[in-house]
């Protein structure tokens, strides 16, 4: 702007300062916007009394070999299979390299013959079925997601279909032989 | 507006509010005196039955606010006892729930309208991505609205909806977290989406009132695509387009109403009677008809499908190549203005884009078909073919076809073929140079 007219040092030196004022103000009022604007968005999170959800306790003598149950955990289901022989070597026999998302046997049990995941697909987020007697088992002997045909196997690893990650392992621990902690 | 000076109102009350805040002369103005090309057809109704709609959806949807509970254990039974307790709420939940779905057909009707002769094209670029936006706001809208009665559909569309987000590398589950206010769709969820349902309707009251002034800039296209020449090329909107609106309104409100009184649920989905369950999936998720090509689309994407394989598989995970293809669907039809390569207008003088914008409608159809058949063979295969030749059409076909395609003479003004079809050939000139003349 300066430039444009004539060149008046006094002028120079006040533009240079109100563009310092300028841009002060500018940047005080974005931090302010910004600090307000973090509570507002901050507020749709999940509030302490959803985060507060406790850990759930499961019994698992009920369970028969070859037969799973259903339980919620943070609103979401969580499957509990009590895997039979040849489900257990089904799922440590696959070569690795060939799953899309590629985790052994091993690292996603503690007992061998308890599976615990999360039941929600990783897809959308429906729930696969194969759980209930009688629900279709998929190709893979796991679970198979009706929204959009994720096959999942007998580890709860994702086979065939569009899911991109295996079923998610929640963080549990055994209580006792026949008790076991979720979350 | 300058050519037509206010009009001298002989009510006294009419002229103090006029000259001191001119709202009547504004009507005058845009819809007394608007000059309209004479030559619009009825796909030029469009616009106005979708703010008819948009008006009806506002106030039925602001009568069922008043009754509706947003509770996860009271929200499915607040409906129901609109439906069987409240006065006449039965009528004003089918008129709503229906109007949704006359929306979305008014919509795409006006959109292909716009895409068939040409309405996208300089100087209504921006005009049309107003529209763009509308048309995403009113899929928001729409989606939340259908998650408020509780049913299993609402729920279990919500919830794979929202998983979309999760899609997005490293911020993708905070994404969801936030957006569903806890670890799964629960009530915080269902609060904020009654919310937002309320609130989008005015944002696109909005952003219609920006394209409406857009298209008052611009002024409407015509089905010949030709530039107005001049005042022997316009009717005065009223009466001329009031009437021609009125005729379309009515026989669309009768469409409408066959739809509330006789087949209110045939847009619907049965299992949405059916209280949400968290826990059940039903067998078979689909989203509301409206959404069904974007859903192919979506869907489209899975490991081992060569388009796929090319352009995502080395960077992108099938789910986030399927989220990003079907935002890309819409931000495409945005940027049209620019994929068009061809100076013409309408399709009329296109004899080869005609046909590109009619296999385009067919394509769009098909996948609304599929999308709403279940995940395998021969569905798959049809849904892949059609996303591919859904960007085919835009990205390779528009821009290539206004390279290579011979359009046909435009002619002279909006009156000349008008005349030629009426009068015989001999007499167009003779008459054309009459009615310049006067």
Redesign the interface.
Known sequence: MAEATQPDSDHEEDSGRRDFLNYLAIGVGAVGAASFAWPVINSMNPSKDVLALASIEVDLSKIDVGSAIKVVWRGKPVFIRHRTEKEIEEAKDVDISTLIDPETDAARVKEAQWLIVVGVCTHLGCIPLGTADGEPRGDFDGWFCPCHGSHYDSSGRIRKGPAPKNLVVPTYTFLTDSTVKIG | MSNHPAPNFKNPVIRWVDSRLPVFSYVHAEYGVFPMPKNLNYFWNFGALAMVVLMVMILTGIMLAMQYTPNVDLAFNSVERIMRDVNSGWLLRYIHMNGASMFFIVVYIHIFRGMYYGSYKNPRELLWILGVVILVLMMATAFMGYVLPWGQMSF?GA??????F?AFPLIGESIV????????V?N?TLN?FFALHYLLPFIIIAVVALHVVALHIVKSNNPDGIDVRGSQDTVPFHPYFTAKDSLGLAVFLLIFAFFVFFAPNYMGHPDNYIVAD????????VPEWYFLPYYAIL?S???GWWIYEIFFGWWA????A?VLAMFGSLIIVAVLPWLDTSKVRSCRYRPIYKWAVILFLIDFIILGWVGGK???EPYVTIAQGATMYYFFHFLILTPLIGWIERPKPLPASISEPVLKAGSGAQFAGASAAKMEKS
């Open positions: 279990w919830t794979v909806i929202t998983n979309l999760s977290q936030w957006l569903w206010g806890g670890f799964s629960d915080p904020r968290p826990l059940v999936t039903p067998p078979h998720i869907r994407f899975v490991d995970a099938a789910k986030l399927g279940p995940a395998e």
